[in-house]
Nanobody, 124 residues
Framework: QVQLVESGGGLVQAGDSLKLSCAAS????????MGWFRQAPGKEREFLAV????????MYADSVKGRLTISRDNAKNTAYLQMNSLKPEDTAVYYC?????????????????WGQGTQVTVSS
């Protein structure tokens, strides 16, 4: 079956960087766009970024543009999210997701598969 497994979360200090990974199995990875979302306690799930099949096209939420970089390695069936200049408000559970949708990539409902999430906590 399809599995998306996030890793790389943890406790960091404000200003630090962190790189999350999302290892995929059970699907033809290179045919899926990959997205990253996060959900903080008491808040709705928030779209962060999405990357095209080849990795050439990327789209970011305005709130994180410039601090986050999405990438992928199709040979390793893995997507990544590099996060720089982390702030306490970045504290959340971070999820990767895979989609076959042709549009509306900022919507969680557009995604076919989700990982279990990885916790990122940023202390001030």
């Amino acid at each position: 079956q399809v599995q998306l497994v996030e890793s790389g979360g943890g406790l960091v200090q404000a200003g630090d960087s962190l790189k999350l990974s999302c290892a995929a199995s059970g699907l033809t990875f290179s045919t899926y766009r990959m997205g990253w979302f996060r959900q903080a306690p008491g808040k709705e799930r928030e779209f962060l970024a999405v990357i095209s099949y080849s990795g050439v096209s990327k789209m970011y939420a305005d709130s994180v543009k410039g601090r986050l970089t999405i990438s992928r390695d199709n040979a390793k069936n893995t997507a990544y999210l590099q996060m720089n200049s982390l702030k306490p408000e970045d504290t959340a559970v971070y999820y990767c997701a895979a989609t076959l949708a042709l549009n509306n990539w900022s919507r969680g409902s557009s995604y076919n598969y989700w990982g279990q999430g990885t916790q990122v906590t940023v202390s001030s």
